[in-house]
């Protein structure tokens, strides 16, 4: 089987040994790399949205991706999510975006959901990917935003505890108000999931389904690759 190839498209040089780690596990020889602009997120922050100068740097390195051989396209950051439903038009391998099968998990669970971010521009994108999903299904949702910028200021003073102590107290208050599922709207939240097992709502975070998803993706384009080398 041929060892494919992902590109994980990045907003932060957050630590990565966890997603190489749980896609070496599930797919054989996968080669994983990463493309990471730390200045994407200030300049989507700066201005409350994705700019064309952000739209056209994340279209390059979508076409870097693919020039370089990759296989798949992984979109790792919610808050540009909906910059991927634009580049993927301008290239000819697979986009996937992290925090789809999150949002189908929620729709699966309910109508009410808890979106809780650190960052105010994760929050829309996030939703109207949700709501989206519903609409596709039939479905009417509700989500009700939480944001604690004061977790984003923790981390960002070097101070992960205190992110973390934010974040958890306000997930156990939401544990008591009746939401379907609460949504983890950033992949990084998955470090609180440990501490969170009392949690009887159901708790989402992208990185688990999402990277289940493209290793389950990166093996069928293995199998395929195989499949046309058979018959050749």
Known sequence: MKAPHVCILQTSFAKREDTVAFLKERVPGVRVEFITDSTLLSDVRANGGPTQAVIDRMTLYAKAAEISGADLIVNSCSTVGEVADIYEKEVHIPVMKIDLPMAREAVSLGSRFALIA???????????????????????????????????????????????????????????????????????????????????????????????????????????????????
């Open 118 to 232: 650190t960052v105010e521009t994760t929050l829309g994108p996030s939703q109207r990917l949700i709501e989206k999903v519903a609409h596709q299904q039939g479905k009417e949702v509700t989500c009700t935003q939480y944001l604690h910028n004061s977790a984003w200021d923790a981390l960002q003073a070097g101070h992960p505890q205190e992110h973390n102590r934010i974040l958890m107290e306000s997930i156990r208050q939401l544990d008591k108000q009746g939401f379907d599922a609460i949504v983890m709207a950033q992949v990084s939240m998955r470090a609180l999931l440990p501490d969170l097992k009392d949690v009887r709502t159901p708790l989402l975070c992208s990185f688990f389904s999402g990277y289940s998803a493209v290793a389950d993706k990166l093996n069928e384009i293995a199998r395929q690759d195989d499949s046309h080398k058979a018959l050749q």
